[in-house]
T-cell receptor
């Protein structure tokens, strides 16, 4: 069975440009997460979806970040405009309910120049 | 105070050594606890859940101390392949938000 799929794996952009990341969770997983991970730090939650509803977006910088999960399956995370400090790995994860076992994708590594 | 704090690393140990990691959490209402493992430039993966009575999985033992609000992970007979970053994770129980610690890096040397 396929795991969580993310794209792109790597993205290099100049500051003020927009960028979008895509995530396809494991089939049947109703909960989807976007995390941000900086070097040497643990993942930090940006947004959590249960089906198509964003149930926790308190940590999402809404002035420049947006996310959607249409139809409760795939999700897209967008940054517009990107800033230098946004350089990080953006991890998508999914789970079936809130068991605590998250399955992560390989991440999308963003470099903002 | 951070919600989840871990021992600062890195831990450099020889093969065969026993090593222990500690983690403290701030929310006394937290109910679920986990250890994740993250290899260099890879995604985190669940290593084991932590139960109130403590639990063991081969060379790995996880313990929970609710009174002191800390969780530990003990690795016996370290292998080279145990080299990774170990992340302590706490479910804050407010709608199931999982909070990760900053991770403790372990390097096992021959």
């Amino acid at each position: 069975e396929a795991g969580v799929v993310q794209s792109p794996r790597y993205k290099i952009i100049e500051k003020k440009q927009p960028v979008a990341f895509w995530c396809n969770p494991i089939s049947g997983h109703n909960t989807l997460y976007w995390y941000l991970q900086n070097l040497g730090q643990g993942p930090e939650l940006l947004i959590r979806y249960e089906n198509e509803e964003a149930v926790d977006d308190s940590q999402l910088p809404k002035d420049r970040f947006s996310a959607e999960r249409l139809k409760g399956v795939d999700s897209t995370l967008k940054i517009q405009p990107a800033e230098l400090g946004d350089s990080a790995v953006y991890l998508c994860a999914s789970s079936f309910g809130n068991t605590g076992e998250l399955f992560f994708g390989e991440g999308s590594r963003l470099t903002v120049l | 105070r951070k919600e989840v704090e871990q021992d600062p690393g890195p831990f450099n140990v020889p093969e065969g050594a026993t090593v222990a990691f500690n983690c403290t959490y701030s929310n006394s209402a937290s109910q679920s606890f986990f250890w994740y493992r993250q290899d260099c430039r890879k995604e985190p993966k669940l290593l084991m859940s932590v139960y109130s009575s403590g639990n063991e999985d081969g060379r790995f033992t996880a313990q929970l101390n609710r009174a002191s609000q800390y969780i530990s992970l003990l690795i016996r007979d370290s292998k080279l392949s145990d080299s990774a970053t170990y992340l302590c994770v706490v479910n804050d129980n407010q709608g199931g938000k999982l909070i990760f610690g900053q991770g403790t890096e372990l390097s096992v040397k021959p």
